[in-house]
């Protein structure tokens, strides 16, 4: 009701205050709510047990800034002129499509700087270990772009493939004592066939109802990797799984009597930082295998089918195109990167239990996907930069951290709902010089 009055004073050209102060008024009520069991209470150790620390300063905190901050959003909405923001978007496309084309001519520059990132004067183990992980959430990233930015499908349950990989890599590795160049494509293949598994219960459903069912897709598994504890050791845990090796060289201080080490082979002294770069390297690679191949891909038949699937299924079925292909091939592509992650992530961490694959994952690749612009490739660089990085550089307010990234989200779903570079030039684009369409052109 309060918008339904705020658009008829908006058309006599007032504002009605009354409506809008109602409307942040309710909107502080319900956030007093929710902060007082949120923010307002907390346990806390004393001797003999635990205490309760009462913190009514942060609910008044949260309780005004929820107000001023709905009340800033009304009077906007209010206010806002059609035609300044369709003058905004459009400034924003032009933006986001100059920051394309110079990616084009920047990305190999960027890839030099991320190559020589490691042997930089300010460079240490901190920022390679924070590079490594902006980079595998790049790599994630760049996967479910496949999915939802090029297929418009949404999915919520991508940790479930990131999972699948993992566990793919630990068990095979630690049971079977491969290695990691064995045990990297192996997991790739069975997340693929996860992400054919979920392809198959969906393909009817778009919209929310394929959110839903891929958000218990990724539940399942999660509770299947906590429960099941005879194969996957429930939530202990898989520990001591194998790290990669320099072509057969462990990076380690010691080795058996006939062998040889990274360090001894190179002469070099041993230090902790030849893993450190390496994995950097390892997951600079894959990422840049799975951009190289999303870009070509989506210049093939299958990247434009799933290009049309995107924009109008029922167009999509009238032009010949299976949707039942495109969207598997896009399930099982997908989470075949997924999986590829996942394995990274297993041997880098040495340790992986199912508290490491919650949906909070998932929001958050998901996340990167969005606030980039879904199918832009280099806004999933920034956004991966902003979120992983920015957050991990702020680690010290750990408390505040999901507060930002959630105010972050609000106000990029206000200001810019398709994401910072949501502009996408065409895949093709129809010579009209050629004579075909001239010809066109002049008959009747």
């Known amino acids: 009701m309060a918008v339904e009055a705020g658009k008829r004073a908006a058309l006599e050209g007032t504002v009605d205050f009354q409506a809008i102060l109602k409307e942040a008024g309710l909107a502080a009520l319900v956030a ?51 035609g300044r923001r369709a003058e905004r978007e459009e400034a924003m496309d032009r933006i986001g499509a100059q920051v394309q084309r110079m990616a084009k001519v920047a990305g190999p520059l960027l890839v030099v700087l991320a190559i020589a990132l490691p042997w930089m004067p300010f460079s240490n183990r901190y920022i390679v270990d924070i590079a490594t992980l902006v980079v595998m959430y790049i790599m994630l990233g760049w996967g479910l772009n496949i999915v939802v930015g090029l297929a418009g499908l949404l999915d919520l349950g991508y940790v479930a493939f990131y999972a699948v990989g993992a566990y793919s890599y630990a068990l095979i590795a630690v049971y079977f004592d491969l290695s990691f160049w064995i045990c990297l494509p192996l997991a790739g293949l069975f997340a693929a066939t996860f992400g054919v598994l979920l392809g198959f219960p969906v393909l009817r459903l778009r919209g929310d109802y394929l959110a839903i069912v891929t958000l218990g897709f990724g539940e399942i598994i999660r509770v299947v990797l906590l429960n099941w504890y005879e194969f996957t050791r429930g939530p202990d845990g898989i520990s001591g799984i194998p790290r990669p090796s320099f072509f057969g060289l462990p990076f380690s201080r010691r080795v058996q009597e006939g062998e040889q080490s990274f360090h001894t082979f190179f002469g070099l002294d041993f230090s902790s930082m030849h893993r450190i770069v390496f994995l950097y390297y390892l997951i600079l690679a894959l990422a840049l295998i799975t951009n190289l191949f999303t870009m070509r891909i989506r210049k093939l038949p299958v990247g434009r089918a799933w290009e049309a699937l995107r924009e109008d299924e029922i167009a999509c079925r009238s032009l010949g195109i299976n949707p039942t292909n495109t969207k598997l091939t896009a399930f099982a592509i997908g989470a075949m990167f997924g999986g590829f992650a996942g394995s990274f992530f297993a041997t880098r961490q040495g340790f992986i239990s199912p508290e490491s ?71 093709m684009l129809l010579d009209t010089d050629s004579p075909s369409a001239t010809a066109g052109k002049s008959s009747p």
């Not at 929710?34 to 609910?59: C, D, F, K, M």
């Not at 996340?367 to 010290?396: K, P, Y």
Request: aromatic content about 10%.
């Open 32 to 82: 007093f709510g929710l902060a007082i069991s949120i923010v307002g209470v907390r346990t806390v150790t004393i001797p003999g047990g635990l205490g309760l620390e009462y913190r009514w300063e942060w609910v008044v905190i949260a309780v005004v800034g929820v107000f001023l901050g709905r009340f800033a959003l009304a009077y906007r909405r209010e206010t806002r002129s059609p």
């Open 357 to 427: 694959f919650t949906f909070v994952e998932s929001a958050v690749i998901l996340a990167i996907v969005v606030l980039g612009g879904m199918g832009s490739q280099i806004g999933v660089v920034i956004a991966a930069v902003v979120l992983i990085g920015g957050t991990e550089l702020f680690r010290e307010l750990e408390q505040f951290r999901m507060l930002a990234f959630g105010g972050l989200m609000v106000l990029i779903m206000v200001w810019r709902p398709r994401g910072l570079l949501a502009h996408r030039d065409p895949t």
